[in-house]
């Protein structure tokens, strides 16, 4: 028997602090927007749509941060069943192997357990929404050029997350009475991604039935 979305999605287990919206500021405004719709029941192809008039950057920036949190819940939640002892290597089944790189600390594409990758990936993005010159949330500050470009890397990073969830925890989704809300996450973010060609088609391979 499924147990209740609070029971399941413990906020104290959230992977890394919610990145919040500030109240007043026009992002937050198309925040609620967006999940008003989502609530209302509409079809999901509709609600990632852009609303007339509003800025394609700035709608981007709210699901960014949005699925950030919402994936960064759901591995949060399910962490205690992946461990460098069950998951050595980051990966999607045997076919598909993910190596992390940030021009930084790693500056090659580098094998890491799964946990080890969830956490660079983790802190990566949340280094990238909190960086005003990136995420700007100043009035009359314009986004970079470059904005759409680190979006598209965040996006198919946090698909990757889907990706490691579906193929080696599923089972564990399933027990803890999850699968509908991971579900309606996943297709969220599926349809949000393929409205704007956020990430690459050969990226979305692993879980390409998922959708239907």
Not at 17 to 39: C, H, I, N, V
Not at 101 to 119: E, F, G, H, I, N
Not at 143 to 163: A, D
Not at 188 to 195: A, D, G
Request: hydrophobic share 40%.
């Amino acid at each position: 028997m499924a147990l209740c979305l609070k029971q399941v999605f413990n906020k104290d287990k959230t992977f890394r602090p919610r990145k919040k919206f500030e109240p007043g500021t026009q992002r937050f405004e198309l925040y609620k927007k967006a999940q008003a719709s989502l609530k209302s029941g509409l079809d999901l192809k509709a609600v990632v749509q852009l609303p007339p008039g509003e800025s394609i950057n700035d709608w981007i920036a709210v699901h960014v941060v949005d699925f950030f949190n919402r994936i960064n819940l759901i591995y949060g939640t399910m962490s205690e069943y992946c461990t460098e002892k069950s998951c050595p290597i980051m990966s999607g089944g045997l076919k598909y192997e993910y190596r992390w790189q940030d021009d930084s600390k790693y500056k090659k594409p580098t094998k890491l357990s799964a946990p080890q990758y969830m956490c660079m990936l983790m802190d990566w993005i949340e280094m990238l929404i909190n960086n005003e010159d990136v995420f700007p949330t100043r009035i009359g500050v314009p986004f970079p050029k470059q904005f759409q470009q680190v979006c598209t890397k965040i996006l198919t990073r946090l698909f990757r997350v889907f990706v490691h969830v579906y193929i080696h925890h599923f089972d564990s989704i399933i027990n803890m009475g999850a699968e509908a809300h991971v579900n309606t996450c996943y297709k969220h973010f599926y349809y949000f991604i393929r409205e704007f060609s956020l990430v690459d088609h050969r990226e979305l391979e692993p879980l390409v039935r998922m959708p239907q």
